[in-house]
C-alpha cells in the first residue's frame, strides 16, 4: 500500500492564511464562500423585482431601477455564483477524486480566483456609481449596450468586471484540466474516475472554449463604447447580430457548464445512496461528451426571432440534445432501480433535482421548436424554463452536494432535521415562484418589465410567484442557520458518513494540507467501496480499523 | 379514487395550470384569432400533451424505483453501458418521439414563412425608443402605434428599427419578429375577424420598453379603404378660429420640430405624425387614452407620463394650450 510523502509547508496561518493560501481546499472554500455571497445578494435583487411585480403599477422602485435589478440579479448568478460554484467544488474535489495532492498550478489557481471575486465586485461596484450599474439584461445585446443608449460607468464596469471572471474562468479550466490529465494516483485510469470529474473534464473544455468567445464580444463592446470603434454599429459598417453570435457562442455552453457538475454530483450521490454502483457508466461518459460537443452547435436557438439564423439546423441539434440528456436520466432511474435508498437530505435534494430538471429540460424542446419560440421568445415562459433549469436543477444539485460534501470539508454534519425543512420550503417555494410563470409567458406578458396591465389577469399569477419568492428565501436562510449552528456544534462526521465510493472518504475530514497519508489500493471507480468489502470479507481481526 | 379518476384529475389539472383556461384579456397565445397564430395553438397542444405523457411515464419510473428501492441486498456490479434499458427508454424513445415533433414544427415553420395569399398591402413598421411608426406604402398614410389592417387579407409589414433592437409581437395574431438596426426583416400578418388586437416590444429596449405598446386594429375590408384612404389625405383647414390659432402655437413651439402634419410646413419625421391624431384612440405608444385632458397632460409634462420618453415638456400659456389642444382635437 502507497504512502505518500510529503513535508508540510509552512503557511500564515490565521485570517492571513486565506489570503496568502494555495492549498486547492482553501481556495476551493474561498470560491464556495464568494459565489454563496454573490448567491445572496442576487437573490435579494431577484426578492426586489418580485416584490414589484407582486402588484400591477410600480410601488418600490423606478423602472431604471428595475432595468438595474434584472441585469445584476443575471450577472451575479450566472457569472459570480454559478460558475465560480462549480469551479470552487472541483477545486476542491477534483485532487481529492483522483488521488492528487493539489491542482497542477496551485498559484495559478489563487490567481483565478482572487480575479474572479475582483471581477464580481467591480460589476457589482456599478450600484456605487452615479448612474447606478448597467441596465441592459445580463446579456447586454447591441446596440443597447453602447454609449449611446447606456451611457455611465456602470456598464463599463460590467463589462470589465464580467470579462475578467471570464479570462479567469478559462485559467482555472486549464487548471484543472491540466490536473486530471497529469495528476491521476497510480491505478487512477481515465475510466476509474469519478464521474464527476469526468464531467469538470467536459465542463474545463466547454469553458476553455466557450469564454473566449465572451471576451471577444466584451472587448469590441467596450472598445464601441470608447474607442470609437463599429464592430456592433450599423453606421459604421458593423452588426448587432454579430454581438448575438458571439454571446450565445458562449451563452449556450455556459448553460451547461452551469448543469454538467451538477449532473455529475447527483451521480455521485445517488448510487452511494441506493447502496449500488452507477448503472451504465460509460454510457454516462459518453453521453456527457456528447452534450459537451452538441452544446457548441445550438447557440442560435436563442435568436430564431432574429431572422438572420438558420431555423431548421439549430432546431435539429437543439432537439438532439435531449437524446444525451434522456440517457442520463435512465441511468439514474436504472441506478435506483432495485437499490437500497436512503433518504437522507442529499438523496431528497437529487430527488427534488430529478423532478424540476425533467420539467425544465421538457419546456426546453418546446423552445427547440422555431414556431413555438416565435411565441415564447422573451417572454415569462422563457424564465420559467430557465429557473426550471438552473433552479430547480443545478441550485437543488448544489445543495444536495453541499449536504453531502460539508461534512468533508469541515469535519462535521449538518442537522438532518433542518435539512428537510430547507429541502421542503425550497420545493415548495420553488415550484409557487416558477410554475405560474410558464402561464403567464403563454399569456403574452413579455420579460423584463417592472409593470404589466392590471386588465389582463396577471396579479394573481404574481403574487403566488411573489410568496413563492419568499419562500424560497426563508429556505436559503434555513440552510444558513443550518451551516452556521453545524460548523460549531454539528456531531463529528469521521471519514466517511455517507458509507461512500470515491477516494474524498479515504481521508480525514478535513483532509490535512496535502489531502492523503495513504491512498487504498485503485482497481475500479470505487476504491473506497472495494476496500472496505474487502476488509469485511477478511473479517474484524484482518480488516484495517 | 381509483387509479383511473386519478390519473385523468391529475391531468386536468396540470393541463388547466398550463394554460387551458386563459383569464380573460390577456393576449393569450391560446386565444388566436389569426392564421398565423392558430398554427401555434395547434402545435402548442400537440407538444403540450407529448409533453404530459412522457413526464408521467418519467415520473412513475421514479415513483417505482423510490418505492421499491429497500432491498436488502444489492447488486455489486452493474452495466457499464447501462444495457437495453438505457437504449430504449433513453435513445429510442426519445429520439422517435423528437424526430416527429421535429417534423410538425419545421411544417408550421413554413407555413408561418408563407403568407396564405399574396399581401396586397405592405406597411413599413420603423421601431423608436419607445413607440412604432407605421408607414403604408403606396397610399402616403402615416400612423403611429396604431396599426390598421383589413380583416381576412395577408398584409406584409417591412420592420426596421431607428436606433435599438426591438421585437414586434401581437400574441393573438402572429410569430413575433426583431427589428434589427442595419437589417430588413418581413413578415405578415392576417386577423380572421374585426378586433383591436395589443401588441408590444418584446425585446428589452430600455427605460420605457414596458410601455412600447402598440394595437393592431382590424377592420372589414371597406370600412379599412375609407381609413386609409382619409389617413393618406392632408389635414384639413382648421375650421373654427380657435383650432386656427392652435395651429399657428403649433408650426411656431417646438411641436413642428419633431412632428409632422401632413399639408402644413411641419414635416419632421423625429416623432409620431398627427396628420390625423384626433382619430387614434391612445397616445404616447398606448400608455395614454387620446382624450383632452390626457393630451393637455402629455404636451405639458410627458415625463410625469412617461420618464425617459424622448418628448420635451412644452410651456404654454392656458389660452395657448386651449387652442392647441382645439387645433389636435381637429386633425380627425
Redesign the interface.
Known amino acids: 500500500m502507497a504512502t505518500l510523502e510529503h513535508s508540510v509547508p509552512r503557511t500564515a496561518g490565521g485570517l492571513l492564511e486565506w489570503f496568502t493560501s494555495v492549498d486547492h481546499k482553501k481556495i476551493g472554500i474561498l470560491y464556495l464562500s464568494s459565489a454563496l455571497v454573490f448567491f445572496v445578494l442576487s437573490g435579494i435583487l431577484a426578492l426586489v423585482m418580485r416584490s414589484e411585480l407582486a402588484q400591477p403599477g410600480l410601488q418600490l422602485v423606478d423602472r431604471q431601477t428595475y432595468a438595474q435589478l434584472f441585469t445584476m440579479h443575471g450577472t451575479g448568478m450566472m457569472f459570480f455564483f454559478g460558475t465560480p460554484m462549480v469551479i470552487g467544488l472541483a477545486n476542491y474535489f477534483v485532487p481529492l477524486h483522483i488521488g492528487a495532492p493539489d491542482v497542477a498550478f496551485p498559484r495559478l489557481n489563487a490567481f483565478a480566483f482572487w480575479l474572479t471575486l475582483a471581477g464580481a465586485v467591480m460589476a457589482f461596484a456599478g450600484f456605487l456609481t452615479a448612474t447606478g450599474a448597467a441596465a441592459f439584461g445580463w446579456t447586454a445585446y447591441a446596440p443597447l449596450s453602447g454609449d449611446a443608449y447606456s451611457p455611465g460607468t456602470g456598464a463599463d464596469l460590467w463589462i470589465i468586471g464580467v470579462a475578467l471572471s471570464g479570462v479567469a474562468g478559462v485559467l482555472a479550466a486549464v487548471n484543472l484540466l491540466a490536473t486530471i490529465f497529469g495528476m491521476r494516483a497510480p491505478g487512477m485510469s481515465m475510466l476509474r474516475m469519478s464521474i464527476f470529474n469526468w464531467n469538470i473534464v467536459v465542463t474545463s473544455i466547454l469553458i476553455a472554449f466557450s469564454f473566449p468567445a465572451l471576451t471577444v464580444a466584451l472587448a469590441l463592446l467596450w472598445a464601441d463604447r470608447n474607442l470609437g470603434s463599429s464592430f456592433f454599429e450599423p453606421a459604421g459598417g458593423g452588426d448587432p447580430v454579430l454581438y448575438q453570435h458571439l454571446f450565445w457562442f458562449f451563452g449556450h455552453p455556459e448553460v451547461y457548464i452551469l448543469i454538467l457538475p451538477f449532473f455529475g454530483i447527483v451521480t455521485e450521490i445517488i448510487p452511494v445512496f441506493s447502496r449500488k454502483p452507477v448503472f451504465g457508466y460509460k454510457g454516462f461518459v459518453f453521453a456527457t461528451l456528447l452534450i459537451g460537443a452538441y452544446s457548441f452547435s445550438v447557440w442560435a436557438h436563442h435568436m430564431f426571432t432574429t431572422g438572420a439564423v438558420d431555423g431548421p439546423f439549430f432546431s435539429a441539434t437543439s432537439m438532439l440534445i435531449a437524446v444525451p440528456t434522456g440517457i442520463k436520466f435512465f441511468n439514474w432511474i436504472g441506478t435506483m432501480w432495485g437499490g437500497k435508498i436512503r433518504f437522507q437530505t442529499p438523496m431528497l435534494f437529487c430527488a427534488g433535482f430529478l423532478f424540476m430538471f425533467l420539467m425544465g429540460g421538457i419546456t426546453g424542446v418546446f423552445l427547440a421548436s422555431p414556431p413555438l419560440d416565435y411565441f415564447v421568445h422573451d417572454t415569462y415562459y422563457v424564465v420559467a424554463h430557465l429557473h426550471y433549469v438552473l433552479f430547480g436543477g443545478s441550485v437543488f444539485a448544489m445543495f444536495a452536494g453541499l449536504y453531502y460534501w460539508i461534512p468533508k470539508m469541515s469535519g462535521r454534519m449538518l442537522s438532518e432535521g433542518l435539512g428537510k425543512l430547507h429541502f421542503v420550503l425550497l420545493l415548495v417555494g420553488m415550484n409557487a415562484a416558477f410554475f405560474p410563470m410558464h402561464q403567464l409567458g403563454i399569456d403574452g406578458m413579455q420579460r423584463r418589465i417592472p409593470d404589466y396591465p392590471a386588465s389582463f389577469g396577471y396579479a394573481q399569477e404574481n403574487l403566488v410567484s411573489t410568496a413563492g419568492a419568499f419562500l424560497i428565501a426563508l429556505a436559503v436562510l434555513v440552510f444558513f442557520i443550518n451551516l452556521f449552528v453545524s460548523l460549531r456544534r454539528g456531531p463529528l462526521a469521521g471519514d466517511d458518513p455517507w458509507g461512500g465510493y470515491t477516494l474524498e472518504w479515504a481521508t480525514t475530514s478535513p483532509p490535512p494540507h496535502h489531502n492523503f497519508h495513504r491512498l487504498p489500493p485503485i482497481r475500479s471507480a470505487r476504491p473506497v467501496f472495494d476496500e472496505r468489502r474487502e476488509n469485511a470479507q477478511a473479517g474484524p481481526e484482518g480488516g484495517s480499523p | 379514487m381509483t387509479r383511473g379518476r386519478l390519473v385523468r384529475a391529475s391531468l386536468l389539472v396540470a393541463a388547466s395550470?398550463?394554460?387551458a383556461c386563459?383569464?380573460?384579456?390577456?393576449?393569450?397565445?391560446?386565444d388566436p384569432r389569426g392564421v398565423g397564430?392558430r398554427?401555434?395553438e395547434g402545435?402548442?397542444w400537440l407538444?403540450f400533451w407529448i409533453?404530459v405523457v412522457?413526464?408521467a411515464v418519467?415520473?412513475a419510473?421514479?415513483a417505482?424505483?423510490?418505492v421499491?428501492?429497500?432491498?436488502?441486498?444489492?447488486?455489486?456490479?452493474?452495466?457499464?453501458?447501462?444495457?437495453p434499458?438505457?437504449v430504449v427508454?433513453?435513445?429510442v424513445?426519445?429520439?422517435l418521439i423528437?424526430a416527429g415533433?421535429?417534423v410538425v414544427?419545421?411544417n408550421?415553420?413554413m407555413a408561418?414563412s408563407t403568407p396564405p395569399q399574396e399581401p396586397g398591402l405592405t406597411i413599413d413598421i420603423i421601431g423608436h425608443?419607445w413607440w412604432w411608426e407605421a408607414r403604408y406604402q403606396g397610399s402616403g398614410a402615416v400612423t403611429a402605434n396604431e396599426i390598421h389592417i383589413p380583416t381576412g387579407e395577408s398584409v406584409r409589414l417591412r420592420l426596421t428599427t431607428d436606433?435599438?433592437?426591438h421585437?414586434f409581437?401581437v400574441?393573438?395574431l402572429q410569430?413575433?419578429?426583431?427589428l434589427?438596426?442595419?437589417?430588413v426583416?418581413?413578415m405578415w400578418l392576417q386577423a380572421d375577424e374585426a378586433g383591436r388586437y395589443?401588441g408590444?416590444?418584446?425585446?428589452?429596449?430600455?427605460?420605457?420598453?414596458?410601455n412600447m405598446i402598440f394595437y393592431v386594429i382590424a377592420d372589414e375590408p371597406g370600412k379599412f379603404e375609407s381609413w386609409l384612404a382619409n389617413e393618406a389625405s392632408e389635414a384639413a383647414e382648421p375650421a373654427a378660429s380657435g383650432a386656427a390659432r392652435g395651429e399657428s402655437v403649433f408650426l411656431q413651439s417646438s411641436c413642428a420640430g419633431c412632428h409632422a402634419v401632413r399639408g402644413t410646413e411641419a414635416d419632421s419625421d423625429l416623432g409620431p405624425d398627427l396628420t390625423h391624431l384626433a382619430r387614434r384612440e391612445t397616445i404616447a405608444s398606448g400608455v395614454l387614452d387620446n382624450t383632452r385632458s390626457e393630451l393637455a397632460r402629455w404636451i405639458i409634462d410627458p415625463q410625469s407620463a412617461k420618464?425617459?420618453a424622448i418628448m420635451p415638456p412644452t410651456e404654454l400659456s392656458s389660452a395657448d394650450l386651449d387652442a392647441l389642444l382645439d387645433y389636435l382635437e381637429g386633425l380627425k
Open positions: 395550470a398550463a394554460g386563459a383569464p380573460s384579456g390577456a393576449p393569450s397565445v391560446l397564430a398554427r401555434i402545435l402548442w407538444m409533453s412522457v413526464f418519467v415520473v419510473f421514479l417505482v424505483a423510490y421499491r428501492g429497500h432491498r436488502k441486498q444489492t447488486r455489486l456490479s452493474e452495466a457499464r453501458w447501462g444495457g434499458f438505457v427508454s433513453g435513445i424513445a426519445p429520439s423528437l415533433v421535429f414544427s419545421l408550421d415553420m408561418l425608443d436606433d435599438v433592437i421585437s409581437w400574441p393573438q410569430a413575433k419578429t426583431d434589427i438596426p442595419g437589417q426583416n418581413s395589443r408590444q416590444c418584446a425585446e428589452f429596449c430600455g427605460l420605457q420598453h414596458a420618464p425617459g
